[in-house]
């Protein structure tokens, strides 16, 4: 998660990262000797890794000093980075100072220019979240597609029954009126594709004989190829049956921007396992041939290749 949000913010946010650091300096919140001591690429990089380390997609403090449950939540993902990042210890210091320690004062003046960077930040932590993880890393980590959901996490794997009966109990106890809705706009895939994505794990052998055999037969095994076969394949056992016909898996409305000559050689290979014979022949999950019909959705950017390369995949 980390990675693929230090990907977007380094790759696609950098001049809103440079924006935001300026913003730092022009609020005066450091003294000359501070601001003399650290390097100023130090403290952006803090910056950064602040925002991208943000484990939510944002904070919603307006005033300076934070409540006490904010400012500790802060104050733990500030020490999160400075352990996992060492050498930016002394300039996440002076954020932790910043946001924390001078707030306590009770200085109006330096309160509501601290008070504009933190909310700035915040401004900020909600996009890379959803670019970062939304439309990134939903759409290359595939150990569960099913996870792979807005409201839901990648890095959940399952619970037993007991801790699904506390879950349910703290509920009813914290959140008594609370609606769960089974679909939103940012929803990937509907209520029944993502429940017969949820039988695919009373199915774990045949699942893995499955994919073996597809693979066998379509001698899969070059990266990115290898991660997006076992994506078709579980897209194609759990989608709706519908008449079947075909569509080129690239054609006008496809940008080949900047990764062109990366991606064609792979775009071409999963053109040709997709019209081999071979991906009808049956398995055990699936006893008869069936004809395929796929589509593919157009992409935005280059950085949006795993949304071009997540094809639904429909039985007929």
């Not at 150990?143 to 996490?153: A, C, L, P, Q």
Request: aromatic share 10%; with cysteine; net charge positive.
């Amino acid at each position: 998660m980390r990675d693929k949000k230090a990907s977007i913010l380094y790759e696609h946010m950098r001049g809103e990262l440079d924006n935001l650091y300026r913003f730092f300096l022009e609020l005066n919140l450091l003294d000359k000797d501070q601001s003399k001591a650290i390097p100023p690429e130090t403290v952006k990089t803090a910056i950064g890794e602040f925002l991208i380390q943000c484990p939510v997609y944002r904070y919603y403090g307006n005033h300076l000093p934070l409540s006490e449950s904010e400012a500790t939540a802060v104050q733990s993902l500030l020490d999160k980075i400075s352990t996992s990042k060492p050498k930016l210890t002394t300039a996440l210091s002076l954020l932790k100072e910043v946001l924390l320690t001078k707030p306590q004062s009770g200085d109006p003046a330096y309160n509501d220019r601290a008070s504009r960077f933190y909310q700035r930040c915040m401004q900020f932590t909600g996009p890379l979240m959803a670019k970062g993880v939304e439309d990134t890393l939903m759409y290359t980590y595939t150990r569960f597609i099913g996870h792979d959901e807005v409201g839901d996490s990648p890095e959940f794997f399952g619970l037993t029954v007991d801790e699904f009966h506390q879950k349910m109990i703290d509920r009813q106890v914290n959140w008594p009126l609370a609606l769960n809705a089974t679909s939103t706009h940012d929803t990937k895939r509907g209520e029944d594709v993502r429940s017969r994505l949820n039988v695919l794990t009373d199915l774990a052998d045949e699942w893995v004989e499955e994919v073996r055999v597809w693979q066998q037969l379509n001698q899969v095994g070059e990266a990115p190829i290898e991660m997006m076969s076992t994506l078709f394949i579980r897209r194609w056992l759990v989608l709706t049956p519908c008449p079947a016909r075909t569509r080129p898996l690239h054609g006008k409305r496809i940008s080949l921007t900047a990764w062109k000559s990366i991606w064609r050689k792979h775009l071409e290979r999963l053109n040709a396992i997709l019209r081999t014979p071979t991906l009808m022949k049956p398995t055990k999950m699936r006893p008869k041939r069936l004809p395929v019909c796929y589509w593919i959705r157009s992409v935005r950017s280059g950085s949006d290749f795993s949304r071009f390369i997540d094809a639904s995949l429909i039985l007929g």
